[in-house]
C-alpha cells in the first residue's frame, strides 16, 4: 500500500490550494483517508477526514480549518482531495495523507498505520 500526497506550494494568504492524494495497491473508496499536517518545531495535528463511500460517507474538520477547507474524493481516480481556500500563514506546513486501513470510518484515523510523503504548503502574508 502506497500514498503520495501531492499538489502544495506557496500561495499568498486569502489564497487556494488543492492538494491530491493518490493510492497505490489499495482502492481508496472502501476505506477513510484523512488529512494531517505538522509545522517546524510543532507536533503533527488532524485536519480532516473522509469516510468510506456510501449513503452514509462522513466528513470531519479539525476547528481550525472548518469552513475554509473541504475534503473529497474521486473514485475513478483512486484520488482524495482536500481543497484549501483562505489560506493564513498559520496553515504553513507539511500536509500528510494517511489511512488505518482497513477501517472504514474516521474514528480511529488518529491512529493511522500508511503515510504518505508529505507535501509541503507555505503561505505568505
Known amino acids: 500500500v502506497q500514498l503520495q500526497a501531492s499538489g502544495g506550494g506557496l500561495a499568498q494568504s486569502g489564497g487556494s490550494l488543492r492538494l491530491s492524494c493518490v493510492g497505490s495497491?489499495?482502492?481508496?473508496?472502501?476505506?477513510?483517508v484523512g488529512w494531517f499536517r505538522q509545522a517546524p518545531g510543532k507536533e503533527r495535528e488532524w485536519v480532516s477526514c473522509?469516510?468510506?463511500?456510501?449513503?452514509?460517507?462522513?466528513?470531519s474538520y479539525a476547528d481550525y480549518v472548518k469552513g475554509r477547507f473541504t475534503i473529497s474524493r474521486d473514485s475513478n481516480l483512486n484520488t482524495v482531495y482536500l481543497q484549501m481556500n483562505d489560506l493564513k500563514p498559520e496553515d504553513t506546513a507539511a500536509y500528510y495523507c494517511?489511512?488505518?486501513?482497513?477501517?472504514?470510518?474516521?474514528?480511529?484515523?488518529?491512529?493511522?498505520?500508511?503515510w504518505g510523503p508529505g507535501t509541503q504548503v507555505t503561505v505568505s502574508s
Open positions: 495497491r489499495i482502492t481508496l473508496k472502501l476505506y477513510a
Open positions: 473522509i469516510s468510506s463511500e456510501g449513503e452514509e460517507s462522513t466528513r
Open positions: 494517511a489511512g488505518n486501513f482497513p477501517d472504514r470510518l474516521c474514528d480511529s484515523i488518529n491512529g493511522s498505520d500508511y
